[in-house]
């Protein structure tokens, strides 16, 4: 048997599509202030808080000589770009069969995600799937004191399924959530963002990840 102790999910560009609808707000924002996001910077902001990555395209803004907003008033440009769009995000190809799998298999899940209890409710509403992980870690837990890359989220996540992290397969799609699960022990398996080559892959990533360009592919039995 090919089986871990638990499987670690994040959750967006994992097993929800929801990163073409952060990329898009992200962008319309920071373009909002006179900046044109980059391609390797909306990878950058993946994975992370939104809070976090606030921060980070405030600071690239000033960067740029631009005026800085405030966090608030790009919240503002961000927020109801990223509300309208992110109920439409459909399942990635496979995740429903992984979660599936897991169940068959009796492998303990839970959700390590750096989104907040209230962005959940709007990405999930549409997926009752979801609902049979066993539990979940969220960027506003109030027990997490460090986001991802941190290696906090997935510690907590192993300790309150009460199994050892060197014993999880973590499942991410960002550079930050796999440093963030590589840091806390697990093993990393990768969904590899749309048109990443191989050298920027490698040095992305933590190296000993496995890469997947399809969750179809997890050898889990
Ligand atoms: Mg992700």
Redesign the pocket.
């Known amino acids: 048997m090919n089986a871990p102790a638990a499987c670690l999910f994040?959750?967006?560009?994992?097993l929800l599509d929801t990163e073409p609808c952060h990329a898009r707000a992200w962008r319309e924002a920071a373009r909002n202030f006179g900046l044109e996001l980059t391609e390797r910077q909306l990878l950058a902001l993946?994975?992370r808080r939104r809070l976090d990555n606030v921060e980070q395209v405030c600071r690239w803004i000033e960067a740029s000589g631009r005026n800085v907003p405030d966090g608030q008033t790009l919240m503002a440009v961000q927020q109801p770009i990223a509300r309208r769009l992110l109920p439409e995000a459909l399942a990635m190809p496979g995740a429903p069969q992984l979660l599936e799998r897991c169940h068959e298999l009796a492998v303990a899940t839970a959700l390590v995600t750096s989104s907040s209890r209230e962005s959940l409710a709007i990405k999930t509403a549409g997926h009752p799937w979801l609902e049979q992980i066993d539990l979940r870690v969220l960027g506003d837990d109030p027990q997490l004191e460090a986001g991802k890359p941190a290696p906090d989220p997935f510690l907590l996540a192993a300790q309150r399924l009460g199994v050892n992290p060197g014993d999880c397969w973590a499942f991410?799609?960002?550079p930050a959530?796999a440093l963030s699960a590589e840091a806390a022990g697990c093993r990393v398996h990768v969904l590899l963002p749309p048109g990443l080559g191989v050298e920027e892959r490698d040095r992305l990533y933590p190296g000993d990840c496995s890469f997947l360009d399809s969750l179809h592919e997890v050898p889990l039995s």
């Open positions: 994040d959750l967006d560009g994992l993946r994975g991410e799609d960002s959530g």
